[in-house]
């Protein structure tokens, strides 16, 4: 598990609970940038989805915290129907006024590092078709379209995989 993590000013720790609710409005205020006619689910309480998240033994959410407070997000989980060795990066946000400032890059590193000392081998995920600029993102860093999950005309989502190599 990974604990406060130093990078420069930036500390990348495991989220606590009473951080649920800050955490909901980063995620809500990233995701209107993509969704531009409204964040689907937006009745959802998002607090308690991120404190079920944080409390489930079998995910983990990791947090940036800049200048005191929290600027990026990222939680991964074993997905349903995939060997252990396989992780999905399930969200993934930085508060867009800190964009391009290397808090998801970071964060990002963070993820791996501890899905290999985890021992995983892949990480999944899916990003909205919209979101370019997310897709830009994940593709330096070495994630590429999933074979298993092949994009067809229509859908909403992109899926991706990355590799996970231990030594790197």
Request: proline share 6%; with cysteine; glycine share 10%.
């Amino acid at each position: 598990m990974i604990s406060d993590r130093v990078t420069g000013a930036l500390v990348i720790r495991t989220a606590l609970p009473t951080e649920a609710g800050t955490i909901a409005e980063l995620h809500l205020k990233a995701r209107s940038t993509y969704y531009p006619d409204g964040v689907p689910q937006a009745g959802l309480d998002w607090a308690e989805a991120w404190r079920g998240s944080i409390e489930r033994p079998d995910c983990q959410v990791l947090c940036a915290i800049g200048q005191g407070r929290i600027v990026g997000i990222a939680s991964f989980r074993t997905p349903d129907g995939v060997g252990p060795d396989t992780v999905e990066l399930f969200q993934f946000h930085v508060d867009p006024s800190h964009w391009r400032v290397g808090i998801g890059t970071a964060l990002h590193a963070a993820c791996v590092e501890q899905w290999r000392a985890d021992g995983r081998r892949a990480a999944v995920l899916d990003v909205h078709t919209g979101n370019l600029r997310a897709q830009a993102f994940y593709a330096r860093h070495d994630w590429v379209p999933d074979p298993e999950n092949p994009f067809t005309e229509g859908d909403h989502h992109r899926y991706l995989r990355r590799a996970v190599r231990t030594g790197e």
